[in-house]
């Protein structure tokens, strides 16, 4: 399994293939990608802070959840922080299973509890302003399949 919580930008197709070398006895991988999403042409950028350890324990634990629930060959989770512009990549999880279902179920699983349970603070910054981003309750609901 690997966390990485970082500034610098990646390249998910490098992340991928680094991933598929690195897992074995899989069947299937599952890629998600999350992009900074722009507000019909009103986001300038987006700031989003952390407290480093804090965070990469609260992803962990929820990697750890992933792996208890599924089978699991590995995982991989990636999450930025900084200031991002639109259409930059923000996130990518990676999952590898056996079996398809795991690894789609996995997948969805972490892109739900990172979206709602990792500790960021993100504030859209428009031209006209800047605003934190609050919390949405379709986020929230997301979890109760889980």
Same mark, same amino acid.
């Given at each position: 399994? #690997? #966390?990485?919580?970082?500034?610098?930008?990646?390249?998910?197709?490098?992340?991928?293939?680094?991933?598929?070398?690195?897992?074995?006895?899989?069947?299937?991988?599952?890629?998600?990608?999350?992009?900074?999403?722009?507000?019909?042409?009103?986001?300038?950028?987006?700031?989003?802070?952390?407290?480093?350890?804090?965070?990469?324990?609260?992803?962990?634990?929820?990697?750890?959840?992933?792996?208890?629930?599924?089978?699991?060959?590995?995982?991989?989770?990636?999450?930025?922080?900084?200031?991002?512009?639109?259409?930059?990549?923000?996130?990518?999880?990676?999952?590898?299973?056996?079996?398809?279902?795991?690894?789609?179920?996995?997948?969805?699983?972490?892109?739900?509890? #990172?979206?709602?349970?990792?500790?960021?603070?993100?504030?859209?910054?428009?031209?006209?302003?800047?605003?934190?981003?609050?919390?949405?309750?379709?986020?929230?609901?997301?979890?109760?399949?889980?």
């Amino acid at each position: 399994m #690997l #966390l990485l919580v970082q500034e610098a930008a990646f390249n998910i197709g490098r992340e991928t293939e680094a991933f598929i070398a690195g897992v074995d006895g899989a069947g299937a991988v599952v890629t998600f990608t999350g992009l900074v999403r722009d507000n019909g042409g009103q986001l300038a950028a987006m700031e989003i802070e952390h407290y480093p350890g804090m965070t990469e324990r609260a992803i962990a634990a929820i990697i750890d959840e992933a792996c208890a629930r599924w089978q699991l060959a590995d995982a991989l989770v990636i999450h930025r922080h900084g200031r991002l512009g639109p259409n930059e990549p923000i996130m990518m999880v990676a999952t590898a299973a056996r079996h398809r279902a795991d690894a789609f179920a996995a997948a969805e699983f972490l892109m739900d509890y #990172l979206k709602s349970r990792a500790p960021f603070w993100k504030k859209e910054i428009g031209h006209d302003g800047a605003v934190w981003v609050a919390a949405k309750a379709e986020d929230e609901a997301a979890l109760n399949r889980w």
